[in-house]
């Protein structure tokens, strides 16, 4: 079952199991580590963690948006974004534990005092996707989930729930097929049908379980993954998601 195919209480659940999942694996690093690299080129935990906490604070601006109709965009501009997140990573550990945990207390109390109405008020992505104001809860379940594995200290897509994994997949693939990327390419997941992401023959089948598909496809490596109908056989970096 796909995320989006759950009730709204249970979306919200799978949210916030993800927040504790990502703030448990923020409480793990001590204040030293937070200056250490992450699977995001480039970014260090201070970069992530900011860029987490910042990015709840986006999707509240959505759903200020939602119950008032005023247009409040989740970024003023992508440099506003990448500003914010480079001067958030300046913070020391403490103040960028705190900033962090506010951030997310301040969206979970938008959702939970959110009119039933204003659930279904079409906002604006960062991406330029009109969406309706409870895609949120998605946007929200996706970042914390796959970052958590980003700090690179303990995180695994193993633990994601499986409505997660499946959803990301969809999107993925969805993503792929948009930009014509993936030719030729099959996604074997362990006991399903296999998902082929166009119309050509297949020349690379990526085989294995839900989560090791989902964490190749997203971008975070292969890790117990078979390919099959290349040359080699070794795994080939997935296509580009976001």
């Not at 480039?42 to 987490?52: D, F, V």
């Not at 999707?59 to 992508?78: F, H, I, K, N, Q």
């Not at 914010?84 to 103040?95: M, P």
């Not at 995180?155 to 959803?167: K, Y």
């Amino acid at each position: 079952m796909t995320f989006h195919a759950l009730a709204l209480p249970e979306q919200l659940l799978i949210a916030r199991r993800g927040t504790a999942y990502l703030s448990q694996r923020i409480a793990e690093l001590t204040d030293a580590e937070f200056d250490e690299a992450t699977l995001l080129h480039g970014w260090t935990r201070r970069h992530l963690i900011a860029h987490t906490a910042y990015n709840a604070l986006a999707l509240c601006r959505l759903l200020d948006w939602a119950v008032t109709g005023e247009e409040t965009p989740m970024y003023a501009s992508a440099e506003q974004r990448s500003r914010e997140i480079a001067d958030g990573a300046t913070l020391n550990a403490g103040a960028l534990r705190n900033l962090f945990a506010h951030s997310c207390a301040r969206l979970d109390e938008k959702w939970r005092h959110l009119p039933d109405t204003a659930w279904r008020e079409i906002v604006r992505t960062a991406q330029g996707r009109q969406v309706p104001a409870g895609e949120t809860v998605w946007m929200r379940s996706r970042e914390v989930w796959i970052h958590a594995v980003d700090l690179d200290n303990g995180g695994r897509f193993g633990d994601f729930p499986a409505p997660v994994l499946d959803s990301l997949l969809t999107d993925i693939v969805r993503t792929w097929r948009t930009r014509g990327d993936g030719a030729g390419l099959v996604l074997a997941v362990d006991g399903r049908e296999p998902i082929p992401v166009d119309d050509t023959a297949a020349t690379t089948t990526i085989t294995g379980t839900l989560p090791a598909v989902v964490r190749w496809a997203a971008g975070r490596g292969a890790i117990g993954l078979r390919s099959a109908g290349r040359q080699s056989d070794t795994v080939p970096a997935a296509p580009r998601w976001l």
